[in-house]
């Protein structure tokens, strides 16, 4: 019988298990540095070194691999490619077609496949099965649809999305639900990403609670000190930082307190030559605007265009005070100004869009999720004056976004379907640090917070219903939530504090990826947290219970294998499955619940492969 001891430690039978565990590599973790505050941000942290360690780490603890030679699919391999043939790199070979399968399912869906969905994968002889599988892991059909249509992919985009834009409760109360339907509609439709930024920017309404697009503004209010009004001067300030860190990847926060002459030249050359008041002259499009609260409730906003200006005089709550300048509107990067009797935030909403840097920042941004790095990392620190190792790469992807309309979907086929994404993160022969940035091999990166956890409730059939706030609704995976705050619902502060240990944020903050770093907290949480040891219990309706159960009985070594689908996403090596039937030989139903346990803890479980 497993038990578990006063802390919570699962217990077995031992040498086997430990023996199990060493072969498989339980989780490995790495603590977690803490940064320093300082009055101006560091220079930007080049995060494909870690990832690269981390690949390093993981692929080095994988079963041997079957090469597979690479074929060049598109233009996005055209540059790759040539640029490291020029240069004489290396690269890894294409991953295995249970690695690819894990790898985007994860990507797209933000689930982990099934084993029968493995099998049937691994044996289809088609040539062009990968570029089949996306497209089905992606496709939306609405004909004769009687209500909106759900699946993982919209889910899984609609979530990301909520953290890019910084959707919550805490903020937008009601509003939040409308957001999330506005932004899961849009993707449901493919609506243009730019017609999409446009309805945001430029959206009025009487209340937040009856407008979906207008949320991503209302989100950014800034009060005054204590609380009882909206300082708009600050709000505007804010709203010209957030538009153009998500939609231009620049952050211009530190020239929103001073010029960045004599502060920015070590972080960003091109922000080193921008002053205060050309800052000033970005936040002044929002000016004609007003956001107010017209029923006293702390998160129901109206944002109408009855605004008087940007007021230098206005006390600031959040940065120095301002002092006398030119504040008529200027878009940033070129000084264009409106047109006249042009509607200052729709002109800004224009200038935006249309300008190329919008394109890159977006494909940089989609490349990064997809890929572990952007071509420009972090992906809201582009520096205009400086060029990345695949700048040629970049231009490229932004103008074909253009001229696709700025076609999401489009975008991330293009990048699935190239072999770039889909090299292995094994390599043959000796790496080197300096291949990292040419991509010449998949970077392996951390599930996070939401993914992690579903992985361990869909592995083991084991699900929590979380409650949807204000809804009679409730969702087995959290990655179908609204947002975090869903979790503050009753008899759900267990869940919410491992969610948090894995880096689950409230969405305060644009790029938190604090769920991307290893944890002793983390590994400790896996090995012994209660909601997981529940989990690999071969209670009824859990998949272990259905495997044994399943008629004709599955032997011992069938029980093993669909273990490792189900969790690792691929078949044991002969090693691990020797060692694993015979713990099912020896301790049958215990064995297996520590098969499951022990699988879940291995570190490629909790990584995108």
Partial sequence: MIIGDSKGFRMSNGVILLALLVLLGATSATTQTVKSGLPHPEQPVDRSKALDQFTQSVQSRLPPGSPISVRRKNYIDDHIFGKMKRNNVPYAALCTDTEFLRRVSLDLTGRLPEAGAIRKFVNDAD?????????????????????????????????????????????????????????????????????????????????????????????????????????????????????????????????????????????????????????????????????????????????????????????????????????????????????????????YARMLTGNIQFAKATVNLIWAELMGVGIVDPPFAFDLDAQSTHSELLDALAKDFQTHHYDLRYLIKLITKSSTYQLSSRFEGEWKPDYARYFARHFVRRLPATQIWDAICQSTGVFTEVPILRSDRKVKYVQSMIDPDDLSGKGMKPLADLLASFGLNNRYSVGDDSGTKGSVIQASVLLNNPLVLERVKAQKGSRLFDLFQHEPPHSNSEIVEELFLATLSRFPSEQEKGIAVKLLQDYHTQGAEDLLWSLINRLEFGANI
């Fill in 127 to 347: 040539p062009e099965k990968r570029e089949k599988l996306i497209d089905s892991l992606m496709a939306t059909p609405v004909a004769g649809l009687r209500r909106r249509l759900s699946t993982p992919y919209l889910e899984r985009w609609t979530y990301w999305f909520g953290d890019l834009f910084r959707s919550n409760d805490g903020h937008l109360n009601k509003g939040r639900e409308l957001f999330y339907d506005y932004l899961y509609s849009a993707l449901l439709e493919n609506l243009p990403y730019d017609q999409m930024v446009r309805e945001m920017l430029t959206a009025t309404t009487r209340s937040n609670w009856t407008n979906g697009p207008v949320n991503m503004l209302a989100r950014d209010y800034i009060n005054e000190t204590d609380d009882s009004i909206i300082n708009n001067e600050d709000t505007y300030d804010q709203w010209a930082i957030s538009s153009s860190k998500v939609f231009l990847g620049i952050n211009v926060e530190c020239i929103s307190c001073h010029d960045g002459q004599g502060h920015l030249e070590k972080v960003n050359q091109w922000l080193s030559k921008k002053t205060r008041p050309a800052f000033w002259k970005q936040a002044a499009f929002f000016a004609q605007s007003r956001l107010w609260r017209p029923f006293g409730d702390y998160s129901n906003f109206a944002l109408t265009d009855d605004g008087k200006g940007y007021d230098l005089t206005r006390k600031s709550v959040t940065r120095m005070q301002r002092y006398p300048a030119d504040v008529s509107p200027a878009f940033l990067l070129t000084g264009e100004k409106p047109e006249p009797g042009e509607n200052p935030r729709a002109a």
